[in-house]
């Protein structure tokens, strides 16, 4: 199982930017949650959302809401994170992950497949 997370990049503060969370190797189910985290540089990993994989995204960290949404494309096994509103504080490497669980999973710790990471840098 491979997740292959894309669409980083540098982009000015105000701006938008939709990341890519593609899911090879299997087909994953409503019965799997998926997350989207970042971490910038010397500091934790911190939440941005949590969605059943097959759609239905509720839960948003506080530091997004009203600004980030997510959406899919069952066809292609795929999940993307909209970021509106770019804030220099966004920028971070950007991590999807999937979890055997039910929806929401908030916790890193419970997630059990990994994207490799992309870099979101907004420039003020």
């Known amino acids: 199982v491979q997740l292959q997370a894309s669409g980083g990049g540098l982009v000015q503060a105000g701006g938008s930017l939709r990341l890519s969370c593609a899911a090879s190797g299997r087909t994953f189910s409503s019965r799997y949650a998926m997350g989207w985290f970042r971490q910038a540089r010397g500091k934790e990993r911190e939440f941005v959302t949590t969605?059943?994989?097959?759609?239905?995204?509720?839960y948003y960290a506080d530091s997004v809401k009203g600004r980030f949404t997510t959406s899919r494309d069952n066809a292609k096994n795929t999940v993307y994170l909209q970021m509106n509103s770019l804030k220099p504080e966004d920028t971070a490497v950007y991590y999807c992950?999937?979890?055997?669980?039910?929806?929401?999973?908030?916790?890193?710790?419970?997630?059990?497949?990994w994207g490799q990471g992309t870099q979101v840098t907004v420039s003020s």
């Open positions: 969605c059943r994989w097959s759609g239905g995204c509720t």
């Open positions: 992950a999937a979890a055997p669980k039910s929806y929401p999973v908030i916790a890193g710790k419970d997630y059990d497949y």
